[in-house]
């Protein structure tokens, strides 16, 4: 009797030992799964926000840079206005987006649905105002994205080892902007943010 219970029991616990090697191996490739999609959209994702906060800068450098309109007119000059600046390009990746981690993942969505809120009033300023108004309104509302758009590239640069001090410059004169609400033309002074890299570059940061 005792040799069947003996029997029993070593057959359970060969049952549960092999249950659990099982579900450990299961799990620790899902994780090494998760793990690399987890850095490829992070690679991803911060390849776009660099390329959107270059393109603003240039949007801007452009700006202050232009020949003088020979006619004052405020209300075609007002600047910035949502249709000067570029669109995120991650926005049309939510689900690469949903693979980042959790809290880089909600401070985009939230950074996608805050600049469609001000994108919004903003027009409407300008229809029912002024486009002057509705401009100097959404100065420092776009500032103040650029800057959080900045500071999720650098969390996502550290995560992947790239260079985080690319938009330095550009991200430290807007923290300023913010506070002011002077006319951004003054942003950029000389142009020091040059073209994105080629994919040979930065795959040589990671």
């Not at 990746?93 to 981690?101: A, C, N, T, V």
Request: charge should be negative; aromatic fraction near 8%; charged fraction near 25%.
């Amino acid at each position: 009797m005792e040799s069947i219970w003996a029997g029993i029991i070593s057959a359970i616990a060969g049952a549960v030992a092999g249950g659990g090697v099982a579900w450990f191996l299961e799990w620790s490739h899902f994780k090494r799964n998760r793990d690399e999609q987890q850095q490829i959209a992070a690679m991803q994702i911060a390849s776009q926000i660099r390329l959107w906060l270059i393109e603003t800068a240039n949007v801007f450098y452009e700006q202050q840079n232009a020949e003088p309109n020979p006619i004052d007119d405020p209300e075609r000059d007002a600047f910035p206005l949502p249709s000067h600046i570029p669109d995120f390009a991650f926005e049309n990746s939510l689900e690469r987006i949903s693979l980042l981690k959790k809290e880089d993942a909600q401070k985009l969505f939230s950074i996608i649905a805050e600049r469609r809120r001000e994108e919004i009033y903003t027009v409407n300023t300008a229809n029912l105002s002024s486009r002057q108004e509705a401009a100097e309104r959404f100065e420092p509302e776009i500032a103040n994205i650029i800057v959080q758009c900045g500071s999720i590239y650098t969390d996502l640069a550290k995560q992947i080892h790239w260079s985080e001090e690319v938009t330095k410059d550009m991200i430290d004169e807007m923290r300023v902007r913010m506070q002011k609400k002077p006319v951004l033309g003054s942003l950029i002074k000389s142009p020091r943010h040059r073209e994105p890299q080629s994919g040979a570059e930065i795959q040589s940061h990671e």
